[in-house]
């Protein structure tokens, strides 16, 4: 079964071993073609060294793509992650999660992002687009204050 951006496990109705096989499938089968591709460094390192370093082999995913592998990594990555981005500590992160929802913020800001991107790279109007997630501007607001 192939996933993609607009296709929720949810819908699906999946159990949790299908769903994560289905991600992973998913995952797979996005950097066996990333790996593949015939653009450069992909290709200079694949053919040189016969690997592609991980570093290397992100600058060949979407966007899209790039946030569906940050959703699958593991927690400690994904704390990590926001650490780095929000320039935060990571037990500042974990111990203000639970009011702050720091996490979820962070998932969700991508999404918004990754919205606004697709709206502009493929025409959309972006003056009069409004998120779904209401919420998120309410975080912010508390999270800039923080």
């Given at each position: 079964m192939l996933l993609n951006?607009?296709?929720?496990l949810e819908k699906l109705n999946l159990s949790k071993k299908e769903s994560?096989?289905?991600?992973?499938?998913?995952?797979?089968?996005k950097l066996n073609k990333t790996y593949n591709s015939k653009a450069n460094p992909i290709k200079y390192y694949r053919e040189k060294y016969g690997n592609v370093p991980p570093w290397i082999i992100v600058k060949g995913l979407t966007f899209g793509e790039s946030i569906y592998w940050y959703k699958l990594s593991k927690p400690n990555i994904r704390v990590k992650i926001i650490s780095r981005m929000f320039g935060l500590n990571p037990e500042i992160i974990d111990a203000?999660?639970?009011?702050?929802?720091?996490k979820q913020l962070f998932g969700d800001l991508l999404s918004l992002y990754l919205t606004y991107r697709n709206q502009c790279a493929h025409g959309g109007r972006i003056y009069n687009h409004r998120s779904k997630k209401t919420w998120v501007k309410e975080l912010v607001a508390i999270f800039i204050l923080f």
């Amino acid at each position: 079964m192939l996933l993609n951006h607009t296709t929720t496990l949810e819908k699906l109705n999946l159990s949790k071993k299908e769903s994560l096989l289905a991600n992973v499938n998913f995952c797979s089968k996005k950097l066996n073609k990333t790996y593949n591709s015939k653009a450069n460094p992909i290709k200079y390192y694949r053919e040189k060294y016969g690997n592609v370093p991980p570093w290397i082999i992100v600058k060949g995913l979407t966007f899209g793509e790039s946030i569906y592998w940050y959703k699958l990594s593991k927690p400690n990555i994904r704390v990590k992650i926001i650490s780095r981005m929000f320039g935060l500590n990571p037990e500042i992160i974990d111990a203000a999660d639970k009011d702050l929802k720091i996490k979820q913020l962070f998932g969700d800001l991508l999404s918004l992002y990754l919205t606004y991107r697709n709206q502009c790279a493929h025409g959309g109007r972006i003056y009069n687009h409004r998120s779904k997630k209401t919420w998120v501007k309410e975080l912010v607001a508390i999270f800039i204050l923080f």
